[in-house]
């Protein structure tokens, strides 16, 4: 079975562009999860979907970050427009349910942002 | 204060020394914890799973959780250099859906 998709795997902007992260779940989990990692800030949640509805964006940084689910099997992370300190490494995760069977989360392999 | 603390290291160890990982928590409703792993340029993925205080063993892998002190440890008995890799520790109040991860300790054994 394909594992969490994201692309794209590397993304290099200049600042003031608009930014678009994609994710493909694993199909059949209908939870999705994006995170963002820095060396600084470790990994933090910034937004989770349940059955394609946004539950918790409380991690959104601020309102040039966006995120949409708009079926199952894809989710959008947007930042419009980006800066400098947006560069990080960004994940998205999904489990099954609505809550990960022993705390399991499936990560893909992150999206690596630098915004010059 | 962050919710979870974990020291980022970098912690560097010979080949099959014990390797202790620790993370202190100030949240008291967190009943699940879990140790995840990253390899370089890869996703976390996870190592092991606790609920509530105790331990918890696999293979050369014992989690120990002391909700009293709210503190975890990960224990790595004789280490390999494939164990190379950061180590994020995680937790969760009920219904276990909002992780909330440690900074992450970034490992590397020497042959």
């Known amino acids: 079975d394909a594992g969490v998709i994201q692309s794209p795997r590397h993304e290099v902007t200049e600042m003031g562009q608009e930014v678009t992260l994609r994710c493909k779940p694993i199909s059949g989990h209908n939870s999705l999860f994006w995170y963002r990692q820095t060396m600084m800030r470790g990994l933090e949640l910034l937004i989770y979907f349940n059955n394609n509805v946004p539950i918790d964006d409380s991690g959104m940084p601020e309102d040039r970050f966006s995120a949409k689910m708009p079926n199952a099997s894809f989710s959008t992370l947007k930042i419009q427009p980006s800066e400098p300190r947006d560069s990080a490494v960004y994940f998205c995760a999904s489990i099954p349910g609505l809550a990960g069977v022993k705390g399991e989360q499936f990560f893909g392999p992150g999206t690596r942002l630098t915004v010059l | ?111």
């Open chain 2, 1 to 111: 204060q962050k919710e979870v603390e974990q020291d980022p290291g970098p912690l560097s160890v010979p080949e099959g020394a014990i390797v202790s990982l620790n993370c202190t928590y100030s949240n008291s409703a967190f009943q699940y914890f879990m140790w995840y792993r990253q390899y370089s340029r890869k996703g976390p993925e996870l190592l092991m799973y606790t609920y509530s205080s105790g331990n918890k063993e696999d293979g050369r892998f014992t989690a120990q959780v002391d909700k009293s002190s709210k503190y975890i440890s990960l224990f790595i008995r004789d280490s390999q250099p494939s164990d190379s890799a950061t180590y994020l520790c995680a937790m969760s109040g009920r219904g276990a859906q909002k992780l909330v991860f440690g900074q992450g300790t970034r490992l590397t054994i020497n042959p």
